[in-house]
């Protein structure tokens, strides 16, 4: 899946979506989403790399734990075709928000 795809469809959701992160001159309130390439598995062989496939991770952040947003995304990604992982959930007690991380 290439960048434009991952964004069109993150933006369906109706919350601010932005790549890898905000401008710090744009004030964000939760909840958002960002999202960012990650190491691809790519196939190589014989000096040439013959699969290189598009890896991203979707960061939500909400303020309070949010099923019902958590849950949107997951059927967003699953309407789309699109397998992912939830991965872990943390707690940023600085700045009072949940993290929830995706891999797709």
């Known amino acids: ?4 795809q991952i964004r069109d469809i993150l933006k369906t ?14 004030k964000v309130e939760p909840p958002f989403m960002a999202y960012r390439e990650q190491k691809p598995d790519t196939f190589k062989a ?3 790399t013959y699969y290189r ?9 909400t303020i309070k734990k949010d099923p019902a947003i958590e849950e949107q995304l997951e059927d967003l990604l699953t309407e789309n ?3 992912y992982d ?6 940023d007690e600085e700045e009072k928000i949940y993290h929830n991380f995706y891999e797709i």
């Open 1 to 4: 899946m290439k960048h434009k």
């Open 13 to 26: 959701m109706d919350i601010p979506v932005a790549y890898d992160h905000f401008h710090s001159d744009k």
């Open 46 to 48: 014989d000096g040439l």
């Open 53 to 61: 496939p598009y890896n991203y991770e979707i960061e939500l952040v």
């Open 81 to 83: 075709n699109i397998p």
């Open 86 to 91: 939830k991965g872990d959930e943390v707690w």
